[in-house]
C-alpha cells in the first residue's frame, strides 16, 4: 500500500530529500567560491611580486613589509580554499561500503604518519581487538588520517608522546567504538563548540600549525558513513576521541 501524502513516512521522505538538496546546493555553492576566488588571489600575488621587483628598493622597511603581508594573507587564503574545496569533494563522492577491518587500517595510518610526522617518535598503543566496521575504506582512512594526525600533532610537544586507540564495549545496538586518546596539550573545554566548526581553531596558529578543518571534515566523513564522533579535552590534559561504527554484523549478506 502506497502511503499517503500525510502519512509520517511521506513527511519523513520529503524532509531527506529536502535536507539533500540543501546539501547539494551548499556543496555547489562551496566550490565555486573555492574555483572563483582563485584567480583574484593570484592576480594579487603577481602584482604585488611586480611591485616587490620593480620598485622594492625604492621603498622604505615598512611598505615592504606591507607588501610581504599582503602576499602571505593572499597565499594564506590560498590554503583555506583548499580546505573548502576539500570539504566540498567530500560531500559529493560516491560511498562504496565494504567490510573494513580497523586492526589493520589503524595500524597502515600509524605506520604512515610515523614515516611523515616531523619531530619526536610517537609511542602508538593499539590494542589487539579493533573490530570489523561497515565503511568506505578509502573515506575511513582519510578520517582517521585526519584525526590521528591530530593526536599526533598536539601531542609532538611531550617529551614522550603517546597515542592509544583501543575498542570500547559494544552498545549491543548494532554498533562499534573506537577510542583515540593522547597525552597531548588537550584544549579548553569551554571552547568545545569550536571543535567542528570550519576554520575553527583551539590553538593559535603560532603554537600549531592548520587552518582548522581537520575535525570538521573528520566529523563528515563520518556523518556520510554513518558514524559519530565525540571529543573530550582538558588544559594540558590530553584529549580523548570516541568513534561510533556500524559494526560489520549489521550489513545484510555479509560477515567478518
Known amino acids: 500500500m502506497d502511503a499517503s501524502p500525510e502519512s509520517p513516512e511521506s513527511r519523513i521522505a520529503a524532509l531527506e530529500a529536502e535536507l539533500a538538496a540543501v546539501r547539494a546546493e551548499m556543496q555547489d555553492f562551496t ?27 625604492q621603498l622604505d622597511a615598512e611598505v615592504q613589509s606591507f607588501l610581504v603581508t599582503i602576499v602571505d594573507s593572499a597565499r594564506h587564503m590560498g590554503v583555506l580554499l583548499d580546505g573548502l574545496s576539500e570539504l566540498s569533494r567530500v560531500g559529493t563522492q560516491p560511498l ?18 610515523s614515516a611523515t610526522a616531523p619531530g619526536k617518535a ?19 582512512r582519510l578520517a582517521l588520517e585526519h584525526m590521528l594526525g591530530n593526536a599526533v600533532k598536539f601531542s609532538a610537544v611531550r617529551e614522550k608522546p603517546v597515542v592509544a586507540i583501543s575498542r570500547l564495549n559494544s552498545d549491543g545496538a548494532g554498533y562499534e567504538a573506537l577510542e583515540v586518546r593522547d597525552n ?64 560489520a554484523r549489521s550489513i545484510h549478506g555479509l560477515t567478518p
Open 184 to 247: 597531548g596539550v588537550g584544549f579548553n573545554p569551554a571552547l568545545q563548540g569550536n571543535l567542528f566548526k570550519v576554520f575553527g581553531r583551539l590553538h593559535s596558529s603560532q603554537q600549531f600549525p592548520g587552518i582548522g578543518v581537520g575535525l570538521a571534515l573528520t566529523r563528515i566523513l563520518l556523518q556520510r558513513l554513518g558514524a559519530t564522533v565525540a571529543v573530550q579535552g582538558a588544559v594540558d590534559a590530553g584529549c580523548s576521541v570516541q568513534l561510533r561504527f556500524r559494526a
Open 31 to 57: 566550490a565555486t567560491v573555492s574555483h572563483d576566488l582563485r584567480a583574484p588571489l593570484r592576480h594579487i600575488v603577481s602584482y604585488v611580486q611586480l611591485v616587490q621587483e620593480d620598485a622594492g628598493p
Open 96 to 113: 562504496a561500503l565494504e567490510l573494513v577491518s580497523l586492526q589493520v587500517l589503524v595500524q597502515e595510518v600509524c605506520d604512515s604518519l
Open 122 to 140: 610517537v609511542e602508538w598503543q593499539i590494542g589487539d581487538n579493533l573490530p570489523t566496521v561497515q565503511a568506505d575504506g578509502r573515506l575511513l
